[in-house]
């Protein structure tokens, strides 16, 4: 009984967002999005990959039907401009880990279905090249957020 207690309140205390769902070697985890405008046409979602394994691997693909079009993307400062532009695909060497945040690496959602609206969830599904697919849950978190650090409460 105890130990069914402990592990109610250690799942408790680390929200919704940041628990880990796995892709043979690779372990995913703060999967989130921002919520968006009712007449956005597209959003944002954002995860850490982390590998696990002994040789280096390769996020390659993400597909859902939360919007027409996911995709790779990438941020950059150019000349003082800010640019975008989609990524053939994100590295996670041995041992190492990718973050895809706000600024950076990110997954574009192109085409949104529907809004992305605080509190629901939504799933893609990862293609790796050697740990192969995996379905993850993606939690929208209100517009603006800039996402849950590991330990953070959400």
Not at 95 to 116: C, D, N
Not at 131 to 150: D, I, L, Q, S
Request: glycine share 12%; net charge positive; aromatic share 4%.
């Amino acid at each position: 009984m105890k130990t069914v207690l402990y592990a109610l309140l250690l799942c408790g205390g680390l929200g919704h967002a940041a628990l880990a769902q796995s892709a043979g070697s690779i372990e995913v985890s703060h999967a989130w999005a921002r919520a968006t405008a009712a007449t956005a046409k597209t959003g944002a979602a954002y995860l850490t990959l982390a590998n696990k394994g002994a040789s280096d691997d390769r996020l390659v693909a993400v597909a859902g039907t939360v919007a027409a079009k996911p995709e790779l993307h990438v941020t950059s400062m150019e000349n003082g401009v800010m640019k975008m532009r989609p990524l053939p695909g994100v590295d996670i060497k041995a041992g190492g880990q990718a973050e895809l945040k706000p600024g950076g690496m990110h997954i574009m959602l192109i085409g949104l279905a529907a809004p992305l609206k605080e509190g629901q969830t939504f799933p893609l599904t990862l293609t790796f090249e050697k740990a192969g697919t995996v379905e993850v849950t993606f939690t929208v978190e209100k517009a603006g957020a800039m996402g849950a650090m590991p330990g953070m409460k959400m």
